[in-house]
């Protein structure tokens, strides 16, 4: 069923990592956004991130600004699972994001051996629990775990009460998924969904990884059928923006592409933007 | 021809409803505008023809247009201050804006309130900064800020760095301006100028004033203002919007938006000489 009293949606990173957490904290709450997530652990060997741990003085700035602003950090990425992952190496990444008051951890499946990527995420979710936190696997069809039924499968196979999923818009319809198989997975393991919009045709399977880092638009300015996603979306899912733009708002001061994305959803959770209302 | 230093718009009125934004941006590419103006909010009591905020379809047409044109969505017509004015119902307005990467939004006031106005003035300023948006405020004489001066007192005591005034020649004409009145405004209120020419006689009642600014303009160089003197004072290269109501006429879209741009290159092409 819609969720017509869903108005909080949170903010993810991606398009805006040159904003340490603590100016992410800030302009997103200067934006109208509820909530973030930090990311403390590169997506990809040397990507940009924001490493902290307790006490350290990046994370001092960030929970200050939390304090301040009264927006929440949901979630910190980004965990990649492969062969090497080594689930005692990320115990001071989620001690601070524990202490950031998030509650889940984004991790993803970069080995096509599912049995060896559960073994690593169940190992995940054992700390997350030590957190108080869950483990939340996003697929995307240019990693190993590519399917919404790929990241269920690794659930079961990791059999841990606190592993969910994330259920990116992008990655969803990229994969060849929509609204129908969300509704079709048990609503507890629907951890959150990060929203953007793009064309309905691919660009091609090459240019995926492409297009999800660095080409997505706002919610209503492309063809994604997010409005039938958002009604198969569990009311206690977590809504988040991602949106890293492609075009030349690109260059735009964060402060104008902010405001952007936080109306357009704003809108569109109203029930006023989307496909739907398409003229 | 030399390039022109002003970038050059079409107004919204120029073309009216006849037309829809992506068939206007169209005609615009073709006749050589750079910019265009867009009908976006209802003035009082009407409707509008080709609503775009809150249909994405017709915002992606209009993003898809421009890009593919290179006539960028030059500003967006009209917002009306009244005691019932509420900003928060705005900001689906102020994010279309952002979408269409319109920099510029006109507002008018028929707030008999000044206090009111000003403060509404300054919190939609505020909402449209974030948007990357400037309010360009107009002035009309048969509206509640009526006077160049109101316009410029007004968003003076808004204070807001992204708020200014549209200045409609036939505007500042008819209630009672002239360039030598505009020459001491600070330069970053004024942010475009509404080019047209009127005849002599002034109307003289509200009606004739109203039909006049309606449907009796002319191009540039085709009437008795002082518009030569008017450029003179404003800041060099200010965007100019042609805002040339036609009258019925059977003619194409697309001959009306050339005959409009072919008049001003006309008009801006003769003006060195004279200015000298």
């Known amino acids: 069923m819609p969720s ?8 993810c990173p991606l398009g805006f990592l040159d904003l340490s957490p603590p100016e992410l904290v800030t302009q997103a709450a200067r934006a109208g956004f509820a909530s ?55 115990r001071p990444m989620l001690e601070a994001g524990r202490a950031l008051g998030a509650t889940r951890v984004l991790c993803s499946g970069d080995d096509v051996d599912f049995a060896l990527v559960a073994e690593r995420f169940a190992a995940l979710c054992d700390l997350a629990a030590e957190h108080g936190m869950s483990a939340d696997m996003e697929f995307m069809k240019f990693r190993a775990v590519q399917t919404l039924e790929d990241a269920l499968q690794v659930l079961r196979l990791a059999g841990r009460p606190n592993g969910r999923v994330v259920v990116d818009a992008l990655h969803l319809f990229r994969s060849g998924g929509g609204a129908e198989n969300v509704r079709a997975a048990p609503a507890a393991l629907i951890s959150s969904v990060q929203l953007c919009d793009a064309p309905l045709a691919s660009p091609g399977d090459d240019q995926l990884a492409q297009e999800a880092r660095q080409a997505r638009l706002p919610i209503g300015e492309g063809e994604l059928p997010l409005r039938a996603l958002l009604d198969a979306t569990p009311d206690g899912a977590l809504v988040e923006v991602e949106v890293p733009f492609g075009d030349a708002r690109a260059g735009w001061p964060v402060e104008r592409r902010l405001a952007l994305l936080a109306e357009s959803t704003r809108r569109f959770l109203a029930g006023h933007l989307g496909e739907a209302s398409a003229a | 021809m030399v390039r022109s230093p002003h970038l050059r718009s079409l107004a919204y009125l120029s073309v009216g409803d006849s037309a829809g934004p992506v068939e206007v941006i169209e005609a615009c590419a073709a006749a050589g505008f750079d910019g265009v103006g867009l009908r976006l909010a209802a003035p009082l009591g009407l409707e509008l023809a080709h609503p775009v905020v809150g249909r994405p379809a017709t915002v992606r047409a209009i993003r898809a247009a421009a890009a593919h044109t290179g006539v960028r969505v030059f500003d967006g017509e009209v917002i009306t201050l009244t005691p019932d004015t509420n900003v928060a119902d705005l900001l689906p307005l102020l994010s279309t804006l952002a979408e269409l990467d319109c920099p510029l939004m006109q507002i008018t006031s028929e707030d008999p309130e000044w206090h009111r106005a000003v403060d509404n003035f300054a919190r939609l300023c505020e909402q449209a900064r974030r948007f990357g948006v400037r309010m360009a405020f107009e002035f009309m004489r048969w509206r509640s800020v009526k006077t160049f001066e109101d316009a410029l007192a007004l968003v003076e005591q808004a204070g807001q760095p992204n708020g200014g005034i549209v200045l409609d020649a036939l505007h500042l004409s008819r209630s009672g301006g002239s360039p030598a009145a505009v020459a001491a405004a600070p330069r970053e209120r004024l942010l475009y100028v509404q080019l047209c020419d009127a005849a002599d006689p002034v109307p003289q009642t509200g009606p004739a004033l109203i039909a006049e600014a309606r449907g009796a303009r002319r191009y540039p160089g085709e009437g008795s203002l002082w518009l030569d003197a008017l450029l003179d004072v404003l800041p060099p290269g200010i965007p100019i ?15 009306r938006v050339r005959r409009g741009a072919a008049s001003l290159d006309a008009w801006l092409a003769r003006r060195p000489a004279r200015a000298a």
């Not at chain 1, 590169?42 to 994370?59: I, N």
């Open chain 2, 241 to 255: 919007s042609l805002e040339v109501p036609q009258p019925p006429s059977g003619l194409p879209l697309r001959e």
């Open chain 1, 36 to 90: 973030v997530t930090v990311r403390t652990r590169p997506a990809v060997p040397g990507g940009p991130a924001y490493p902290m741990q307790p006490g350290d003085a990046l994370f001092e700035h960030t929970r200050r600004c939390v304090q301040d602003t009264g927006v929440a950090v949901q979630m910190v990425e980004q965990v990649g699972l492969s062969r090497d992952t080594q689930a005692a190496s990320l």
């Open chain 1, 4 to 11: 017509p009293s869903r108005t909080a949606f949170g903010l």
